[in-house]
């Protein structure tokens, strides 16, 4: 039996490469990368299919999968078409806060890992935000009330009990107050990334993964190891002009060229250019 299963292996793994290596590979660029996610709240997604990395492909039914590190469950949100031919868009809920990875898979047998999202606490979850007993604030109210009958008791008799009723009340409505307020909450804050990192995070998210093998997203890319149709960029390094230039119109450096113009922004332009130089 165990014999049967080792001869069985590649060819089993043959018939699941078969989208890629037999002509129907597929490469999966978000639209916009999200910086984190917050907990219970819904989180809308476009990505592109490109068939051969280039031409965008229609009448597809792509799956997300969700899955928070270190938990063995997944959740799977089903992707809608959008008017434009090869775009999608899913809503995701994250249900809790953590780190979450995730993946698109545009043909439901090859995913490709997107970039981990941090999805913080909602503020629903806040405990600042929960119901709270109105007694403290009624005691710091009678605080204040007792302060002014002191006060006005110490102008009409010049007598220490006014004085020290006066002060007691303040005591106590101090201490009301600040119970009625709750403890401090410290806001969750969103990731911060430089630029090189930003542009790591690119290069998985736009798909230059699938045809470019990089020792710095080589996690991101195990789906599609010894799958290369581009250049190793691992210690590709050009001038910054150059690669903007080509990242954003490679037709116009070299017409003819199989990578697509992928409509990037020129803040992605730049972060993906200190990525690819930063790893010389």
């Not at 994250?94 to 999202?117: C, H, K, N, T």
């Not at 405990?127 to 109210?141: H, S």
Request: glycine share 8%.
């Amino acid at each position: 039996m165990k014999r049967l299963a080792l001869i069985l292996m590649p060819v089993i793994a043959l018939v699941l490469a078969a989208p890629i290596f037999a002509g129907g590979w597929a490469v999966v660029t978000l639209d916009t990368l999200p910086s984190h996610a917050v907990a219970g709240e819904p989180l809308t997604v476009s990505f592109v299919v490109r068939q051969h990395g280039n031409q965008p492909m229609d009448e597809l039914k792509p799956k997300i999968t969700l899955r928070k590190v270190d938990e063995p469950k997944w959740i799977t949100v089903d992707a809608a078409p959008q008017e434009k031919t090869g775009h999608y868009s899913a809503t995701l809920t994250f249900p809790s806060a953590g780190v979450w990875r995730w993946e698109i898979d545009a043909f439901g047998a090859w995913p490709q890992a997107m970039p981990e999202l941090t999805v913080l606490g909602s503020e629903s979850a806040d405990p600042a935000n929960e119901a709270r007993p109105m007694w403290p604030l009624a005691i710091g109210v009678a605080g204040v009330l007792g302060v002014f009958g002191g006060v006005a008791a110490l102008i009409r008799t010049r007598a220490a009990w006014a004085a020290a009723l006066a002060l007691m009340a303040a005591l106590i409505g101090t201490v009301g107050f600040a119970s009625a307020r709750g403890p401090s909450i410290t806001a969750a804050v969103p990731p911060a990334y430089t630029q090189v990192q930003q542009g790591q995070r690119l290069f998985i998210a736009k798909g230059c993964v699938v045809c470019h093998n990089h020792e710095a997203a080589a996690e991101a890319r195990q789906n599609f190891d010894g799958f290369e149709v581009g250049p190793n960029l691992t210690h590709f390094s050009a001038s910054p002009d150059y690669v903007a230039k080509w990242l954003d119109d490679p037709n116009a450096v070299k017409p003819g060229t199989q990578m697509p113009a992928l409509e990037l922004e020129d803040e992605e332009i730049g972060a993906l250019v200190a990525f690819i130089n930063e790893s010389e």
